[in-house]
């Protein structure tokens, strides 16, 4: 049984920063896509950032391009996500998601099989 667990959610004032993680069990996460989406209360789910099964290519949305950074350990099977220079328009809860799929698109939550709880990132402004 596959489960992602996030961590590191808070609250900070923008200009800040925050380290959000995920551990997976059950799965090797190199052989798996990840993404980070988040989803402000009213609003739909957005992707964040995502990386490929593999060669472990990034790929941001525009909002967090420059901002953000996604990366894994392998060792620990964990995925995270930095965030600096945070904004109060970050302010959602925070999942991490998981696929195994051979063909898939990172910004597309519909690929993702396997999620976490999320965690709450709030900025003051």
């Known amino acids: 049984q596959v489960q992602l667990v996030e961590s590191g959610g808070g609250s900070v004032q923008a200009g800040g920063s925050l380290r959000l993680s995920c551990v997976v069990s059950?799965?090797?996460?190199?052989?798996?896509?990840k993404g980070w989406f988040r989803q402000a209360p009213g609003k739909q789910r957005e992707w964040v950032s995502g990386i490929t099964t593999g060669n472990g290519r990034t790929y941001y949305a525009d909002s967090a391009r420059g901002r953000f950074t996604i990366s894994t350990d392998n060792a620990k099977n964990t995925v995270s996500l930095q965030m600096n220079g945070l904004k109060p328009e970050d302010t959602a809860m925070y999942y991490c998601?998981?696929?195994?799929?051979?063909?898939?698109?990172?910004?597309?939550?519909?690929?993702?099989?396997?999620w976490g709880q999320g965690t709450q990132v709030t900025v003051s402004s």
């Open positions: 059950g799965y090797a996460i190199n052989n798996m896509y």
């Open positions: 998601a998981a696929g195994t799929r051979g063909a898939y698109d990172l910004s597309r939550a519909s690929y993702y099989d396997y």
